[in-house]
Each structure stands twice: as C-alpha cells, then as structure tokens.
C-alpha cells in the first residue's frame, strides 16, 4: 500500500531544555503514545556508542504511509516511496524482507502477522538532544508541541515493579528438541553446508492483555540499551531493548557493529573483570565473531568503493545490565552511483542473524525453527531527509499483537562446530533475562519447560 498525502515541514524550531533529560524523555513518551503510527528510539545515554546521535528521536503520526505484505521488489518500492518526498521516514524492515534479496521462503508459523516493511513520514519530529529539543511539525506550531509535552508530568514516570498478571510463555521448540536440532546442524557444519549457523526459538503466551507502553518503560528501564525502540501500528507493537546496531549512513560512510559473543554480567565489580576477560579471549566467542566480521566485510564491499571497507573494531567488549557482548565495527564508503536504499539491501538481513555463508544459512534456519521470525532479527529505525540512516537489529525484544492477544519473543544463538547444545540453550535463556525481568519473571523456570508446548519434530 502506498498512500501519498503531504511531504513539508513548515514548522521547525529548536529549544533548550527546562527541565532534566530524563523527566523531558518521560514526557515525550507520554505525549507521543497518542499517535498511531509512533517511532519512539532512546539511546539510553549510552556512552561507549560512538555513533549514536540523539538522546532519543521520535515519530508521531503519519502524512504518509508505505506499507507491503509481500516481499517481490519491496526495496525498489520503498526507494520510489521515499523519492516522491525526501524528508524524515520512520520504518521497520522484517528478516522475511530476505525473500526480496534472495529466492528464499517464509512458510513458517507466524501469530504475529506484522507487516512485511512499514514505513511513514511523521507529523511530528523530536529530535532530543542532551541540552536541547528540535521540533519539526506539520500541525501545531512547535511552541505548542513543547507546552503540551510539558503538561505531562515532568518527573520520570512511575513505574510498577510488577506487572498484575505475569504471561504463561510457552516453548515454541522443546528443549529436547532445541538439543537435537543443534546437534543436526553441527552436522551441516561437518559437511561443510555453512561454517555457522544463528538458531532462534520463540516463546509465546496467547490471550494475554498488557500495557504496551508500561511494559516498554519497565524494559527500556531494565535494558537501557542504545538502540532502544517503542513502535507502534495500530494493534501491533514492538519493544525493543536491542543493544546491536545493524547499519548506519552518515554522509557517505557506512558504519555495521556486528555483536558475536555474550557472557552474564558477574556479582561484583572482581567477577566482573574476570568475565569480561573470560568473553574477550574466548576462542570459541571469537570464532563466531570473526567470521560475522568477514560476512559483514563482504555485505558491505557489494555497496562501497574499493579498498574503504575497514574493521574500525575487533572484540570490542560493551557493558550491558545483565550481559557483556563483543560488538566488532566494519565501516565503508558508498560508492556515488548506489543509492542508499540498494545499501541496506545489499546488506540485509544482519550476518549476525543468519549465519556464513549466508544463503544456505537462511535456508537452514527456515527448516530447523519453527516460528516465522518477522520483525524480529529485522530492523527498525530512520531515515533523514538528506538520506542518512541508522537501523539496528531487533534482538532482546517483545512484540505484541494487541488483537490477537499474543505475545511474543524470540531469543538465539550461533551454532558453529564446537558448539555445546546445554550451553547454546542456556545462553539463549541469558539473552532472555531482560525480558523477563520486565515481565516480573525472576527465572527462565516457566518458558524453559519443555512439557508446556508438545513441539512438532520438523526437520529433526
């Protein structure tokens, strides 16, 4: 669906900010979530994010929307879309967008029914800086904007430590079954099919009511991750506490952090340093890492000039609440006759969501999992009039179909030769934790029982 209406922003100012970051954030939260479609990003103030660029950046209500169920030629749609009226676009991208990139299939079950790719140009911008706000408006003038954020309560908005009724979360995959399908692809591995595969796994609970937003706030709080997001399309949401970012442009240069490599946070400050030094000389963690890194090289080398591809970052290890991650940064320069669109193509889905080589990895990862993946390992980000971009990789995160009732999160790991099953899965339940302790669930205990869901033995 495309649907053309107005393009301009004929109201734009910028203010300092009278009140704390944190207290304007909260109030911009609670103005924005009357508006159908909303984008809300929050970097968390992260600060070893050397790329991130706002505080937060919201969209709020749409004067044009792009919207598409079906994948043949969805990138050339969204360049046509944003190129009758280059200015702000807030979207996602979901992993079954593979299909439009290559001559895969989606066949899986999918109880979230999201949209292939959504895209909208805002009413309303808030670009929110450390010191500053600007506001770009095709309504109220901005002085309006900024008194009817104001109104809200400018203290940081209370949040329950509890939510009243905890979702029953089902496995998708039964543990045995999670077991014995890491194991046949360690198989696949031995016979040289793919050198590493990412498997994922869903846990649903259906019938469920929440407070979208309230739940966001408790995850973003418990996260506070740097490429945080809170999307909303009428009945559908999307809370993500992603701490990877997937590509970004900045003027000519492309920026991908690839995020091979995870480890709990320690008790104390002692086992903290230990566990870093655990993940960073990880031989295993690094043979993930690298070979994510060689993917993303060539991914990027299809889009950029010769010779400009560099690894900016090998093993970084970042800081997260409940984990450490080696994060690596691949960066190139896009080469003039490739527009910017063609760029995220020719990069999509993140390597570090499939697997290398990456076709045969995605073919895998449509046989061995059970759930269609949709927005999750996609992306969800922006697009700025001047044709910069920063989309990161929807890990770590809810969705929630308020219709249907269902709510749903999908959680993985690379499987490579020496891969342990026990260990995969139970670093699949580390990557869970945040979740869950949003959701008020203290352990994995009640989405880890594989007797909750009787799982159909495909592919093995």
């Known amino acids: 669906m495309v649907k053309k209406l107005t393009n301009s922003y004929p109201k734009v100012a910028s203010f300092p900010l009278a009140v704390p970051l944190e207290s304007f954030k909260a109030a911009c939260l609670e103005w924005a979530a009357q508006f159908d479609p909303l984008a809300c990003y929050d970097s968390n103030s992260y600060k070893a994010d050397r790329y991130g660029k706002y505080e937060a950046l919201i969209g709020a209500g749409a004067t044009d929307v792009f ?6 030629g969805t990138f050339a749609q969204l360049k046509d879309w944003y190129e009758q009226a280059p200015n702000w676009a807030f979207g996602f991208l979901s992993y079954d967008l593979k299909n439009d990139v290559e001559q895969l299939q ?9 949209p292939l790719i959504h895209f909208f140009r805002p009413i309303y911008v808030l670009e929110v800086y450390a010191d500053s706000v600007r506001i770009h408006s095709q309504a109220d003038a901005p002085e309006q904007v900024l008194s009817q954020i104001l109104a809200f309560d400018q203290e940081p908005q209370y949040i329950p430590a509890s939510i009243q009724s905890i979702p029953n979360f089902q ?3 039964s543990k045995k079954a999670y077991l014995e399908r890491v194991e046949k692809i360690r198989d696949h591995i031995i016979a040289g099919d793919v050198y590493e595969m990412n ?10 009511t929440i407070n979208p937003l309230t739940l966001f706030k408790r995850l973003n709080r418990v996260g506070a991750a740097p490429l945080s997001a809170y999307y909303r399309l009428q009945d559908q949401y999307l809370l993500s506490a992603s701490p990877e970012r997937f590509i970004q442009k900045t003027g000519t240069q492309l920026i991908s952090q690839p995020i091979k490599g995870t480890i709990r946070r320690g008790a104390n400050e002692k086992e903290d340093h ?4 655990q993940l960073y000389y990880s031989e295993k963690d690094r043979a993930e890492n690298i070979m994510i890194v060689d993917l993303v090289r060539n991914d990027l080398a299809r889009s950029c000039v010769p010779g400009t591809i560099r690894v900016e970052e090998l093993f970084g290890i970042y800081t997260f609440q ?5 994060i690596s940064t691949v960066s190139g320069t896009l080469k003039p006759d490739v527009h910017f669109i063609d760029a995220l193509k020719l990069a999509f889905p993140m390597g570090s969501m499939t697997g290398a080589p990456k076709i045969m990895s995605m073919q895998l990862i449509e046989a061995y999992e059970e759930s269609r993946r949709g927005l999750y390992s ?8 001047d044709g910069d971009f920063d989309f990161n990789v929807v890990i770590r995160s809810l969705q929630y179909n308020a219709e249907k009732a269902y709510l749903s999160y999908q959680v993985g790991g690379a499987i490579v030769f020496d891969s342990d099953p026990q260990a995969e899965y139970e670093e699949c339940l580390l990557k869970a934790k945040g979740i869950l302790s949003a959701l008020g669930i203290q352990d994995n205990s009640s989405t880890s029982n594989p007797n909750k869901r009787r799982s159909s033995q495909k592919a093995g």
Request: contains cysteine; proline residues 4%.
């Open 67 to 72: 919207s598409l169920t079906e994948a043949p």
């Open 106 to 114: 989606s066949e899986n079950s999918d109880g979230l029914a999201f």
């Open 171 to 173: 496995a998708k995959i």
């Open 199 to 208: 498997f994922c796994q869903e846990f649903f609970a259906e019938n469920v």
């Open 274 to 277: 230990y566990l870093q030094s």
């Open 322 to 326: 409940q984990v450490f991650q080696m």
């Open 378 to 385: 996609g992306a969800v980000g922006y697009i700025t009039p």
